[in-house]
């Protein structure tokens, strides 16, 4: 079975899952649901902040049964959380902190400063795509849009709490923040969705 690997930066804050069920549906057929058919993959997330609290720069997650904590779900896949602001270098080369470290400060003094042949050919090619005029153009429109739907998103959230609690209904509130599908019921019944 062949390994996918896909690496992604997120600016978002998000925990992976989007990203994984992304990848699982461009690997079937339309129509196809046999989920045997699935690579293995190896999803890394470069991410600008610690996302488990523990300061490691590299956190290694597969799944587990909830229920039975110890048992772990052999289905391929691995998610690989990688922090920007790790302080804990336990586990993890030097280069890589150098180039963690790099991410969150791509500047040629800090590349110069780094010293890593690795990194310096890395920002050279940051830097030609950087001066690609249709490569920024693209990017900035895909930053904008998506900080859009965000902005949009936190607007119909704040909204729908100014009414909840104008209705009284603080529990629904709670209810709401722990239960994304009643989370969208509400948007619905308040004409937000």
Known sequence: MELLLHIGIDTVGLN?????????VSLLKPGQVDFDRLNDTCLI??????????????????????????????????RIFLNTRGTNPEGVST????????VEHSTS????????????????SVQIIKAREDVGVRYMKEWEREHYIREEERLRLNELTKLLIQDGRVED???????LEYQTELLKEYGLY
Do not use: W
């Open 109 to 124: 003094e800090n590349c110069i400063s780094i010293g890593s042949e690795r990194i310096r050919r890395i920002h050279d």
């Open 173 to 179: 509130i709670l209810r709401g923040t722990e239960d």
């Open 45 to 78: 997330m470069i991410m600008p902040f610690d996302l488990l609290g523990k300061g490691r720069y590299r956190y290694t997650c597969k799944n587990h049964c909830v229920e039975e904590p110890d048992m772990e779900v052999d289905d391929g896949t691995v």
């Open 16 to 24: 992976g899952e989007g990203f994984q069920a992304h990848l699982d």
């Open 95 to 102: 280069e890589l902190i150098d180039f963690l470290h790099y």
